[in-house]
């Protein structure tokens, strides 16, 4: 499986290309800029990016999705529980941002679901807690976790939608139950580490406690 972590943005998020080197289909995750960027990279190892997937509808993630949607022909895909936000976010938000609004979902998911790309294949895990929709995407070996955990934090819960209560259950009951050896990609830069395990998470996070 190819997988490169990049920063983008003012924000520091964390977009992901994850693809199958053999047949050259690949996923973004979290697009938020740098979009040629992202293309670039994808490109140089032959990578053709065939979904936006968007681990939940918050605009510093989504900011990317019209410009890497018109570059690329790629289908966005978001839980179906997130996808209205990414039409009625204000577009006075996205102003703010310096991005275009992002078009509405060509496909939703929900938990269990799978979205594929040639052998490689990301499992949904609905996340819900920092937002109604937020999504992990677990491969053995590693799971991308958006805004829910971080590298020894958590996400926020403040913002519409938002429950402390339903994403600890989320963390606990979802991620927690993962290999301790599963590296985990988050959302931002947030933390002294660009990346972690579940174990370490379990052991050092103090949210977790």
């Known amino acids: 499986m190819f997988?490169?972590?990049?920063?983008?943005?003012?924000m520091a998020v964390f977009a992901?290309?994850?693809?199958?080197?053999?047949?050259g289909e690949g996923v973004v995750i979290d697009p938020a800029a740098d979009i040629d960027?992202?293309?670039?990279?994808?490109?140089?190892?032959?990578i053709n990016i065939k979904y936006i997937i968007n681990t939940h509808g918050h605009v510093d993630h989504i900011s990317g999705n019209m410009e890497m949607k018109d570059k690329t022909g790629a289908q966005i895909v978001i839980h179906e529980d997130d996808a209205d936000m990414l039409i009625s976010t204000p577009p006075a938000i996205f102003k703010m941002f310096g991005?275009?609004?992002?078009?509405?979902?060509?496909?939703?998911?929900?938990?269990?679901?799978?979205?594929?790309?040639?052998?490689?294949?990301?499992?949904?895990?609905h996340t819900p807690?920092?937002?109604?929709?937020?999504?992990?995407?677990y491969a053995p070996g590693c799971v991308f976790t958006g805004d829910t955990l971080f590298v020894?934090?958590?996400g926020r819960t403040d913002l519409p939608g938002g429950s402390w209560e339903v994403m600890f259950r989320s963390?606990?009951?979802?991620?927690?139950?993962?290999?301790?050896?599963?590296?985990?990609?988050?959302?931002?830069?947030?933390?002294?580490?660009?990346?972690?395990?579940i174990g370490h998470e379990k052991k050092y996070n103090p949210f977790l406690r």
């Open 129 to 137: 807690g920092h937002s109604p929709g937020g999504m992990a995407l």
């Open 37 to 46: 960027g992202i293309i670039s990279a994808a490109r140089k190892s032959n």
């Open 99 to 125: 991005a275009r609004q992002s078009p509405p979902a060509d496909m939703t998911v929900k938990d269990g679901d799978h979205i594929t790309m040639g052998d490689v294949s990301l499992k949904v895990f």
């Open 152 to 154: 020894e934090a958590v």
């Open 171 to 197: 963390i606990k009951d979802k991620l927690c139950t993962l290999p301790d050896e599963t590296e985990v990609f988050p959302g931002h830069n947030y933390g002294r580490m660009a990346t972690s395990t």
């Open 3 to 10: 997988l490169k972590q990049m920063q983008v943005g003012h």
């Open 16 to 23: 992901y290309i994850v693809g199958d080197l053999d047949s």
